[in-house]
């Protein structure tokens, strides 16, 4: 285990930008990531022994997470409807037209 830690610790930090901050390899953080979801791990601990800020990687979690939840992207028309969701909450649904009814089912 100690080895896999060593080697995922070498290919996470990829570079550094010209202000200092650090470059991370995308498949890397999401092994990190993967790894501070299990049960009894402590995100705290994963983080210094790959040399990441904790809220650093605290962020990563809650950002993997949301996109995991959001499932698939929503189109376009889906976007633009979106905005009617919470008022035809509070109005009625009958009064919802068919599409909307559709795209944002109540």
Known sequence: MAEQYAELRGRL??????????????AAK????VACLKRGVSVARTAMEHGVNTNLLRTWIAAYQRRSTRGPAATSRECKMRHLLPCAQRVNKISLSASVRRLCPL
Do not use: H, M
């Not at 930090?13 to 995308?26: L, N």
């Not at 999401?30 to 990531?33: P, R």
């Open 13 to 26: 930090g990829v570079e550094r930008k010209s202000d200092g901050r650090s470059v991370y390899d995308e």
């Open 30 to 33: 999401k092994e990190l990531i």
